[in-house]
């Protein structure tokens, strides 16, 4: 079974995440809010990737929640 859209944007996300954290780091000299970013947007698809291996549907349903807390603390 191929990965799903989902899957493959959060994984997108991730690495624009990255390259955030390294410019707020390294350019800005941000390291508090850096990290937050960095943890809370990388988190989202772990979640995601996570969830393809959930043990029941209600599982499935925690580990998807989990990232959209995820993403709106990115957001935030």
């Not at 690495?15 to 809010?33: A, S, T």
């Not at 937050?36 to 580990?63: L, M, P, V, W």
């Amino acid at each position: 079974m191929g990965k799903s859209v989902v899957y493959e944007l959060s994984k997108k996300f991730a690495l624009r995440i990255v390259k955030l954290y390294i410019y707020l780091k390294d350019e800005r000299k941000e390291y508090v809010m850096s990290k937050q970013i960095y943890r809370c947007g990388t988190s989202i698809g772990a979640n995601i990737a996570e969830s393809q291996f959930a043990q029941s549907d209600a599982d499935y349903i925690n580990k998807l929640s989990i990232a959209l807390k995820e993403a709106a603390e990115t957001i935030y």
